[in-house]
């Protein structure tokens, strides 16, 4: 009976660690291993402030000497984004932490709105996000926008403008619309008549996103954007009918 229980009490564990979200806190990157020890093979690194999803505790303890400043916790099994996959492997969680402030975006380097992207295509997409930082800085939460509709041209348009005549485009934004159908056909992007020139409060955060970049060649690349969490249609509309 002891045995069952704490066969249990392990399953339940592994359970709720692996639907755990943490982010990586060093700024040089964290290396994931093929086991947990500083002598297996690396599979990668990840990047700072990349999300990460917690599979499984180790039980395995490890302190390290940073910089002066000894850092305690142990090895965890994770898995993660690199490149175009996934990666399972293991880190040391003492450089994980529980919760990315997202709010303070200005106090990010460029290094870290990126997930993963070629080395190649790496100081282009720096410029791109540096220009949407520089965009967005002061942009309320929420605002109000009208829906101007969507296109696809050099790439794909989301496009909401101000009462300032101000574009805001989520193109390439993780979006939630919640029970707003933006569009009546998801194969053609075909706009739903019933939102467009409709005004919305506009709830928005920088999330990770999949998008083609950059010039010549198109890859894919994750990085942090703009990205609507939630649209509500304003009285504004309502005394229009």
């Given at each position: ?157 989301l496009n909401f403008e101000d009462s300032e005549g101000k574009i805001y485009d989520f193109g390439f934004g993780k979006n939630d619309f919640g029970d707003i159908i933006l569009f009546e056909n998801d ?30 060649e198109y890859e894919m690349v994750e990085a942090y954007l703009p990205s609507i969490v939630k649209l509500e249609m ?8």
């Amino acid at each position: 009976m002891k045995t069952s229980y704490l066969m249990i009490l392990l399953l339940v564990n592994s359970f709720v660690y692996g639907q755990e979200t943490r982010y990586v806190n060093a700024r040089n990157g964290l290396n994931i291993r093929e086991k947990p020890s500083l002598d297996a093979q690396k599979l990668g690194t990840l990047n700072h402030l990349q999300e990460i999803k917690i599979i499984k505790k180790t039980g395995i303890k490890l302190s390290i000497n940073d910089a002066e400043k000894k850092i305690s916790g142990e090895w965890i099994k994770i898995s993660a984004s690199q490149q175009d996959s996934i990666v399972t492997g293991y880190v040391f969680d003492g450089y994980l932490t529980n919760k990315k402030d997202k709010t303070n975006v200005n106090l990010w380097s460029i290094n870290d709105f990126i997930v993963t992207c070629p080395k190649n295509y790496k100081e282009e997409l720096k410029q791109s996000i540096e220009y949407e930082r520089a965009y967005w800085k002061n942009v309320p939460n929420p605002f109000l926008a009208i829906y101007k509709g969507n296109y696809i041209g050099d790439y794909f348009h989301l496009n909401f403008e101000d009462s300032e005549g101000k574009i805001y485009d989520f193109g390439f934004g993780k979006n939630d619309f919640g029970d707003i159908i933006l569009f009546e056909n998801d194969k053609d992007f075909s706009d739903n008549p019933k939102y467009l020139d409709q005004q919305f409060k506009i709830f928005w955060e920088w999330k990770i996103a999949s998008f083609p970049c950059c010039s010549v060649e198109y890859e894919m690349v994750e990085a942090y954007l703009p990205s609507i969490v939630k649209l509500e249609m304003t009285a504004k509309n309502t005394d229009k009918k």
